[in-house]
């Protein structure tokens, strides 16, 4: 049980262009989800809290308009990265609290390249 | 400002020769702590949940414990795919329901 997922996996796109990462919980409802961002050989770095319904919470120099998260259901959840940059580039991953408990439960990632 | 602090940063271990991993925290009131672990290009895979100090987990060759100040990671008889890095992160009592991570440490159990 607790598998969250993430499509696409891998994705390589030109600078300017917008690409949209989604994440599902497969088998419990997650009425919160969370977006990561992960540099090589560092540790994982929140960029916002998404709550079903309402409006995503993003931490402190998140730009909210470049990276669009709506989740729209109780298992799904998207991030749109608009007008990618080469530094934009990363591994961004997801997660899922499960309901009534404190536990995330992560995505397998998506490796974004931005050329 | 809630802040975790891992031991070491790089591991590297024989196969049997056991070992453990620490992680300090400071945290304003603990809801709870969490160890991972993350393979290459994945997403964190859960391990453990510990709530209270005198708290211990197991799982295979793996055993978490809690204090007040920090948690230990036992790894006992380690196999080459326990190479991986392991990552502490914890949740406090107040403010924002986000977790805090370490900096991870990476462990290579060599055959």
């Known amino acids: 049980g607790a598998v969250v997922s993430q499509h696409p996996s891998r994705v390589i796109c030109k600078s300017g262009t917008s690409v949209k990462i989604e994440c599902r919980s497969l088998?419990?409802?997650?009425?919160?989800m969370f977006w990561y961002r992960q540099f090589p050989k560092k540790s994982l770095m929140l960029m916002a809290t998404?709550?079903?319904?309402?409006?995503?919470?993003?931490e402190q120099g998140v730009e909210k308009d470049k990276f669009l998260i709506n989740h729209a259901s109780l298992t799904l959840s998207t991030l749109t990265v608009t007008s990618a940059h080469p530094e934009d580039s990363s591994f961004y991953i997801c997660?899922?609290?499960?309901?009534?408990?404190?536990?995330?439960?992560f995505g397998p990632g998506t490796r974004l390249l931005v050329l | 400002e809630d802040q975790v602090t891992q031991s070491p940063e790089a591991l590297r271990l024989q196969e049997g020769e056991s070992s453990s991993l620490n992680c300090s925290y400071t945290?304003?009131?603990?809801?709870?702590l969490f160890w991972y672990r993350q393979d290459p290009g994945k997403g964190p895979e859960f391990l453990f949940t510990?709530?209270?100090a005198g708290e211990e987990k197991e799982k295979e060759r793996l055993k978490a414990t809690l204090t007040k100040k920090e948690s230990f990671l036992h790894i006992t008889a380690p196999k080459p795919e326990d190479s991986a890095t392991y990552l502490c992160?914890?949740?406090?009592?107040?403010?924002?329901?986000?977790?805090?991570f370490g900096s991870g440490t990476r462990l290579q159990v060599q055959p």
């Open positions: 088998d419990f409802q997650a009425t919160t």
């Open positions: 510990l709530y209270s």
């Open positions: 997660s899922a609290r499960i309901p009534g408990g404190e536990t995330q439960y």
């Open positions: 945290v304003s009131g603990l809801r709870g």
């Open positions: 998404s709550n079903e319904g309402s409006k995503a919470t993003y």
């Open positions: 992160a914890v949740l406090s009592l107040t403010g924002r329901r986000a977790l805090t």
